[in-house]
């Protein structure tokens, strides 16, 4: 099992920036940022290996990043320019590999986009 705890989401203008932060409860290999706005599907933002290999949405590259620290087990999305269609909760999510079929989620942590 593994505990997700995400955290720094929140209210920003239109143009600001936020950093999530994921911590897991012991180290894990594959770790990635979903999000689901509201009506919508849940949809990968981006996702990051124990090697810092990056994998981004086509949509999403350019203003966001993301990274890890494996000596804290914390993955981080540094989100940029934002806009009001980011508006949505963003999920942490990890398996032990990429081809697992367990999944791990955590709670969630919301961030809304003012116009």
């Known amino acids: 099992q593994v505990q997700l705890v995400e955290s720094g989401g929140g209210l920003v203008q239109a143009g600001g920036s936020l950093r999530l932060s994921c911590a897991a409860s012991r180290s894990i290999n594959f770790m990635a940022w979903y999000r689901q706005a509201p009506g919508k599907q849940r949809e990968l933002v981006a996702s990051?290996?124990?090697?810092?290999?990056?994998n981004y949405a086509d949509s999403m590259k350019g203003r966001f990043t993301i990274s890890r620290e494996n000596a804290k087990n914390t993955v981080y999305l540094q989100m940029n320019s934002l806009k009001p269609e980011d508006t949505a909760v963003y999920y942490c999510?990890?398996?032990?590999?990429?081809?697992?079929?367990?999944?791990?989620w955590g709670q969630g942590t919301q961030v809304t986009v003012s116009s």
């Open positions: 999510n990890a398996k032990d590999s990429i081809n697992s079929y367990i999944s791990y």
């Open positions: 990051i290996t124990s090697g810092g290999s990056p």
